[in-house]
């Protein structure tokens, strides 16, 4: 079960979000190319892609994603 149930993408754009720059833009970039889909407003674009998707799909999107961004700020850091 995804937490914040009602907004499974609310983790991933706290991790987007917590990426320096240019690795927020890049992750953005990222994404984008994966989903085919265009988040002008990652805050209010990723949420509502996630919607979209079976609740198997989306659980393992989430879950997937999110072990990669957590690479990426291990990797690149954390905004201070």
């Known amino acids: ?3 914040h149930g009602d907004c499974p993408g609310v ?3 706290q991790r987007i979000n917590a990426l320096c720059e240019p690795y927020r833009r890049n ?3 990222w994404l984008e190319a994966c989903t085919q889909q265009q ?3 990652v805050d209010a674009d990723l949420p509502a ?4 998707l079976t609740p ?3 659980d393992r999107f989430v879950l997937n994603t999110g072990a990669i961004l957590d690479g990426a700020i291990r990797y690149f850091g954390q905004r201070g």
Do not use: G, H, K, S
């Open 11 to 13: 983790d991933l754009v």
């Open 56 to 58: 198997v799909v989306r």
């Open 39 to 41: 988040f002008e407003d």
């Open 27 to 29: 992750a953005i970039a």
């Open 49 to 52: 892609f996630l919607q979209r």
């Open 1 to 3: 079960m995804l937490p």
